[in-house]
């Protein structure tokens, strides 16, 4: 099998993000983690084809041009996808036990969102965001899902200081388990209104305090709605809310 | 603090589903399990009250009449809420591995399908099924979200074989990761018409083959739609279409 493959080169179908610019003959050495992923797991081979894109400059096609002693090198060959600006919400979250927020980073990834924002609330502990693990589930998703770039990951911050220093003309989803008008109802009056950029707002495990979710309904941005009468996890919240919102207002209204 | 709580009886946020006629001083024993959460894991007390459930009389508080060497009995007291019949889709899917597929009984669990139904696909592997692991997700889920049922877990069969004995009357949502139209116009163009059942099925790891997708969408009952431009992973899949159909006619249209 592994000579089969060394004699004829073929197009795989690993996907993968790299942090560095791309363009036609410009050589791209892999990082050791993924030079082991290309040579060892996917046991591809020089010559072989594999898909790239880093957020910038689209998807490309490229071909491993060395694959020696765990580092691989790669030559992009041409472009099979332009580069389109991300226009999925932000998802504003707390952080709930790891297994969990992972789910959800990887979750909201697919679903399109820019950016993932972790915060604090009153009920909801601070220990347990790992920006620095986030990263690397939104990367891992993004390479499997097909999009062209990562969420972007904002440090942790308290959610009263991001509704302070919030920017007016992006709508914040309030996904408030306390009830609300139906996400579906809210989201379709919003449609004919002028366009501009979106947030959604997920709840911690235990809830907003009475005093949050007063902030945050008052707030001129702010659209509060229910997501139902059953308790929903943070990352079924997410995802319930990302798929109506993508549905309304993004790239699910357009099929496929 | 164990002390504290043996004086002062007291209403705890527990919630169990039990296997068994609930009425008025009909006292009820626990099975094992059940027993240790209650004394041990949640340190509840005799006098203390829970809520239960069965899927036939409605959610139930309940005291805690006796509670001895991990064996407890349950005095209901009263009906806190109506049983309500399930109007949920059902949810056809492949079982992938069996993490993923336990997140995808419990998410669905969430969001009110009243039935799961696993099947096998051309590119899906049976062995992967574990039904009876799928009941004690599905109860977990049930109790944590507040819904009033279990869904029932239909056994295993071929796809092909469900569909030759499908009931007519009942519509297919047919996820379609090679594409379709809009999941949200399929659906709002379907609320005017005829109320009556749904199922939604959702695509193996791998997608389906030509032939399964052909075979699926000319049938009478097949409504094909795209969940979007980006690939979802199974569970995901789950939840957006779950979403989505109860947003348009299922128990999401009402807020709360």
Redesign the interface.
Known sequence: MAAEKKQAAKASRVRLFVDAPIAADLELKLESAQSHYIGTVMRLAPGDTLSIFNGRDGEWRAAIAGLKRGACTLKPEAQARPQQASSGPWLLFAPVKSSRTE?LI??AT???VSALWPVTTQYSQSKLAKPERYRAHAVEAAE????LDVPKIQPLAALTAVLEEWPTDRRLLFCDEA???????ALEALVAGPPGPWAILIGPEGGFSAEERADIRTRRFSVP?????????AE?AA??AL??W???LG??????
């Not at 009830?179 to 109802?185: A, D, H, Q, S, Y």
């Not at 139902?228 to 996890?233: A, I, N, V």
């Open positions: 789910l990887e979750k697919e679903l399109g499997q899902c097909g999009r009830g609300g008008p139906p996400v579906l109802e709605v229910s997501l139902g009468p059953r308790t929903l996890r079924t995802v319930a798929s109506l993508q549905a309304v790239d699910l209204r357009l099929g496929n």
